[in-house]
Structure formats: structure tokens, C-alpha cells
């Protein structure tokens, strides 16, 4: 596993303050128009009824006029607004001839001063090779999900 002890930069972001009032725009026209609202509580739980309000309200608008039912735009509405919600990110800059991963095997980090750690298995793995014969190999992750993780 890597770690910060291993001298490798990584970057860890989790956000916790996403939208929680989704409002889901369908077919039709002005008045005519399909407004359906989805809302998050504090749990995260996704309803049509709203707990939230004022300064602790945050919103977006997803727009998509050629779904073909109400039942859709709620489903299509439900996916998009699982990704506002909140939002985690992991990427690491390894600087280092000696690292060798192959697709499966895990990479992770800890971050020893928020105690979030990180460990997702390796879904690609690309080989650049530049004109002047230098060559990169980039790494990717599926999904990264952050714990917290006691010392």
C-alpha cells in the first residue's frame, strides 16, 4: 500500500456539501412542461419531499426534454442527482522508474492527517510513447471510494 511515507504525491478531495434539491425538467413547453423535484435529507436518503431549506438548500437543474415518461425522467433524474450529492477524488503522481502495476492488482493511499485512506484495484493501464522515444504508462482506477480508517 502506498502512503505518504512512501514519499509518493497524491491528491484526496471528499465534499460533503452537494446539491440536494434536484429539480428534473421533461417534455413539453412553458406551463406545459414535466417538473418533477427530487430531494436529499441529511442522511442522503432521495425523496419528493423536501427537509432542507434556505442557506442549507443547494440546487441544480437537470435538463432532458426528450425522455419519453415521467417514470424515466425520475430514474434518469435519480442517477444524475446521486453524482451531485456529494462528490470523492483520488489521484497520485508517482515520479518513479521502479513502480510496476499491472490491471487487478490494488494502489491506495493514506493521508495520515485526515486519516482517510483509499484502495481500488487498477482498471487500465496506458503506455505513451512520445516522438523523441520517451515513454509514459498512466494508471486507472474505477470508482475510488474513500474510508475513514483508524491509525
Known amino acids: 500500500m502506498l502512503?505518504?511515507?512512501?514519499?509518493?504525491?497524491?491528491?484526496?478531495?471528499?465534499?460533503y456539501d452537494g446539491v440536494n434539491?434536484?429539480?428534473?425538467?421533461?417534455?413539453?413547453?412553458?406551463?406545459?412542461?414535466?417538473?418533477?423535484?427530487l430531494f436529499a435529507n441529511k442522511a442522503g436518503t432521495i425523496s419528493?419531499?423536501?427537509?432542507?431549506?434556505?442557506?442549507?438548500?443547494?440546487?441544480?437543474?437537470?435538463?432532458?426534454?426528450?425522455?419519453?415518461?415521467?417514470d424515466e425522467l425520475i430514474r434518469q433524474g435519480t442517477e444524475q442527482f446521486?453524482?451531485?450529492?456529494?462528490?470523492?477524488?483520488?489521484s497520485m503522481n508517482i515520479l518513479s522508474d521502479e513502480f510496476e502495476?499491472?490491471?487487478?492488482d490494488y494502489i491506495g493511499g493514506k493521508d495520515y492527517l485526515t486519516g482517510y485512506f483509499i484502495k481500488q484495484p487498477i482498471t487500465?493501464?496506458?503506455?505513451?510513447?512520445?516522438?523523441d522515444g520517451s515513454w509514459s504508462?498512466?494508471?486507472s482506477i474505477e470508482g475510488s471510494e474513500i474510508e475513514e480508517?483508524?491509525?
Not at 82 to 90: N, Q, V, W
Open 3 to 15: 502512503s505518504q511515507n512512501n514519499k509518493y504525491n497524491f491528491h484526496l478531495a471528499r465534499a
Open 21 to 37: 434539491h434536484l429539480i428534473c425538467l421533461g417534455q413539453g413547453e412553458l406551463k406545459d412542461r414535466t417538473v418533477i423535484h
Open 48 to 70: 419528493r419531499t423536501q427537509t432542507m431549506f434556505g442557506a442549507e438548500e443547494r440546487m441544480e437543474v437537470y435538463d432532458f426534454s426528450s425522455v419519453e415518461s415521467d
Open 82 to 90: 446521486i453524482e451531485l450529492m456529494s462528490s470523492e477524488e483520488f
Open 101 to 104: 502495476a499491472n490491471i487487478g
Open 124 to 131: 487500465k493501464k496506458i503506455m505513451a510513447i512520445a516522438h
Open 137 to 139: 504508462v498512466e494508471y
Open 149 to 151: 480508517n483508524e491509525y
